[in-house]
T-cell receptor
Framework: KAGVTQTPRYLIKTRGQQVTLSCSPI?????VSWYQQTPGQGLQFLFE???????NKGNFPGRFSGRQFSNSRSEMNVSTLELGDSALYLC?????????????FGPGTRLTVT | DQQVKQNSPSLSVQEGRISILNCDYT??????FLWYKKYPAEGPTFLIS?????DKNEDGRFTVFLNKSAKHLSLHIVPSQPGDSAVYFC???????????????FGKGTKLSVIP
């Protein structure tokens, strides 16, 4: 079974621009979550989508948004990029119902904002 | 306010010995705990989990212990191997928060170095 895939793997953007990251979950998984990893804050939860609906949201500003498609693929968008948005963005998937609650992560997208 | 804490940023262990990684949590609503391993330039890899109804879970060389009264869990790796060198993250979720079950709260990680 193929794992979680994320595209692109690396991205360089300028302050003020916007960016869209893509995630394809493991086949059969309907829950997709996004996390931001930075050296100072560690891994922080952004949001989770299940069956095209946002089910959970972390404490991030409205510039961070996402969506999920009917095939469970998900995109994350960051508008008006700031230098502090430079991070590794990780996508994770899960079946989405019942135990277990393990998240299976993709390799991440490394975003650099200059 | 950090709800999941890994107080040791790094740990060095000789090959063949036991590695013990520790994690503390403050949120009493957490009732499902996980450990992940992360290599550079890769996403975290799930290792082992434990529900709060248990105090121990074992999978091969990896054992997780949970002490609910102390709000503490630990990961034991026996015997440690050089390939175990990585950053280990502790994570927690609240299984009974309904929609929140799949939201993991992570510690900041402990870098384990296993010396040959």
């Amino acid at each position: 079974k193929a794992g979680v895939t994320q595209t692109p793997r690396y991205l360089i953007k300028t302050r003020g621009q916007q960016v869209t990251l893509s995630c394809s979950p493991i086949s059969g998984h309907r829950s997709v979550s996004w996390y931001q990893q930075t050296p100072g804050q560690g891994l922080q939860f952004l949001f989770e989508y299940f069956s095209e609906t946002q089910r959970n949201k972390g404490n991030f500003p409205g510039r961070f948004s996402g969506r999920q498609f009917s095939n469970s693929r998900s995109e994350m968008n960051v508008s008006t990029l700031e230098l502090g948005d430079s991070a590794l963005y990780l996508c994770a998937s899960n079946v989405g119902t019942g135990v277990p609650y393990e998240q299976y992560f993709g390799p991440g997208t490394r975003l650099t904002v200059t | 306010d950090q709800q999941v804490k890994q107080n040791s940023p790094s740990l060095s262990v000789q090959e063949g010995r036991i590695s013990i990684l520790n994690c503390d949590y403050t949120n009493s609503m957490f009732d499902y705990f996980l450990w992940y391993k992360k290599y550079p330039a890769e996403g975290p890899t799930f290792l082992i989990s434990i529900s709060s109804i248990k105090d121990k879970n074992e999978d091969g060389r990896f054992t997780v212990f949970l002490n609910k009264s102390a709000k503490h869990l630990s990961l034991h790796i026996v015997p440690s191997q050089p390939g175990d060198s990585a950053v280990y993250f502790c994570a927690a979720s609240s299984a009974y928060s309904g929609a929140g079950s799949y939201q993991l709260t992570f510690g900041k990680g402990t870098k384990l170095s296993v010396i040959p």
